[in-house]
């Protein structure tokens, strides 16, 4: 067993309150084997010093004696680890913090994380999102003029995953076209809707947004966006938006103006040079330029005043919003004011809509961004999607790895979970769970056409979406089983007119796995106790107040994994039982690919 049976983590389980008020006195839980009685301390850092309380016997178990101490959440972010006194004869000590259980000093970054800043909303520990990019979703049946950079393409025809023409073919899709499949989503079980962005642009994605104070006509404006987000409310469905806060497009009047004239107000909203294009751009791509953060212009139009871009569409009904290069928002050579700004983002969205949420775009380690008065968590590529690619590509596949200049990696089990365990441990439980977890989005590659075109390799991918800690994200045609070797080339328009080419497993697969996971609520609010990492199987307990489930994913036929368990299980995913054996143990199947899960 991992940790030889210590354990703590940052759920309810184990944490009095997932809230704190600054100040407030938190008790938190230690599990630890029978014959550990050494004795426990819980380490804080209040005010930057270490401080050090010693924790008393709560109760016992026929296996496990749980300690409690109190931490003071003293500071926005309190820091804590627990001390394990060595035994009369074999003195020292251990540790143990997010990363696990050590026997050396190591550094406080991966410590346990109290955050006192105020939490995000309620509804969102139950989000399952869906991801649309609308051009390639659904039409609406309305045909309208194009602008003259775009070029017309039937629903049914190819993308042009690469080349000059990919950012310019329009497709159709509409707002109401999504509007008009609603019911396919709520079938699916998901109840939280991402659109990316919707504003008038020059490109299909939209990212180069040439007004934040409309919607684009081509996706039926904002009349049906009206109509959309009142029905995704009458369904119970939340509605979160796209905005970029790094850039706009290089056809937005605030450019137009600055770049035209040097004594234009709009002048000190950009970086203007006399390097390259002259102006700070996103990558140095021309039609994105850059918007600069040290203006308070900039802060009041995108942010402050009551008809920014950011309070407008809160007001207008979205819950919350996706916010794209978040990692790069206002960071330009000696400037970092990212945290400041995503504060002022969450404060303006909080005075229109207490209830609203804001997650950033970061696909590297997000850590020094979280835990702060302003992103609620990230979309957890780092921490969750290259670790999952990692283990369950395909023998024979080779496809970039999200902007790495080298093939996903082949790796085992324990790589995986030695990769999620490093990322998680870098911020607070909170961050943890409110962060998206992922398989593919509209820059990736599909996660089917990572697995190598394998269902069961999929299915395997899936379950651990829906069974661990994150809040799952699935990009629009995941579940139909498209493919797509790259962000542009997954883009691919949905086949609702040719139903015969849906893989019927897989959407059987995340029905069924979204649905356990809306009706197990250890899944949602329980807390990760990994068990067992080999090079083909993963196993972990997720649990809460008593219940306990039992999941196994194996990539491959695996060597059985024995453990004791104390009780046998009842199937929830997978047909397979858990087998007595003469030793006390239960023996776990070995085939793969598979994916079960139990109820002990």
Known sequence: MLDRGFHHDGSADHVSTLAPEPGETVTVFLRTPKEHRSGVHVRSTPDGEPHFTEAVVDRETEHEIWWRADVVARNPVTRYRFLLAGSPGSPGYRWLNGAGLHGNDVPDADDFRLVTYAAPPE??????????????????GARRALPAWAEEREWDDPVAGSGPATPLQIFGGDLDGVRERLGHIAALGAN???????????????YDAASFAE???????????RRLVDEAHARG?????????????????????????????????FVFGDEGLGYEAWMGVASLPKLDWTSELVRRRMIEADDSAVRRWIRFGLDGWRVDVANMTARLRGDDLTREVAARLRRAMVAENPDTL??????????????????????????????????????????????VPAPIPRLGG????????????????RSLTHSWSLLSSHDTARIRTVCGGDPALVEVA???????????????????????????????????????????????????LVSLRRNEHVLRHGGLRWLHASEDALVFLREHAGERLLVLAARAPHDPVRLRLGSAGTPLY???????????????????????????
């Not at 939280?192 to 939209?206: D, G, K, Q, W």
């Not at 939340?238 to 103006?257: E, M, V």
């Not at 324990?414 to 439980?429: E, I, K, N, P, Q």
């Not at 979406?465 to 962000?487: H, Q, Y």
Request: charged letters at 20%.
């Open 123 to 140: 509804w969102a520990h139950d989000a399952v999102v869906y991801e649309i990019f609308p051009d390639r979703f659904a039409r609406s």
């Open 192 to 206: 939280t809707l991402y659109l990316t962005p919707v504003f008038p642009a020059a490109s299909n994605h939209r």
């Open 215 to 225: 919607i684009d006509p081509l996706l039926g404006g904002d009349a049906a966006y």
């Open 237 to 269: 469905m939340r509605i979160l938006g796209d905005i970029t806060t790094n850039h706009c497009g290089d056809t937005h009047p605030w450019f137009q103006a600055a770049r035209a004239d040097k004594g234009a107000p709009e002048r000190e909203m």
């Open 358 to 403: 804001l997650v950033a775009e970061h696909a590297h380690d997000a850590s020094g961004d979280l835990d702060a008065d302003g992103w609620h968590g990230t979309m957890n590529y780092a921490g969750f999607t290259r670790p999952v690619w990692s283990w369950l590509r395909g023998p024979e596949v080779r496809l970039p790895f999200l902007g």
């Open 414 to 429: 324990d790589a995986l979970l030695a990769t999620m365990r490093s990322f998680s441990a870098r911020t607070s439980w």
């Open 462 to 512: 899936a379950g651990l979406l829906f069974t661990l800690p994150g809040t799952p994200m699935i990009f629009a045609g995941d579940e139909l089983g498209l493919e797509g070797a790259w962000g542009e080339d997954a883009r691919r328009t949905m086949p609702w007119h040719h139903q015969h080419t849906w893989d019927t497993r897989t959407l059987t697969t995340y029905r069924d």
């Open 574 to 600: 997978g047909s397979a039982d858990l087998l007595p054996a003469q030793d006390g143990t239960h023996v776990l199947p070995s085939d793969g690919p598979a994916f079960h899960v139990w109820r002990l």
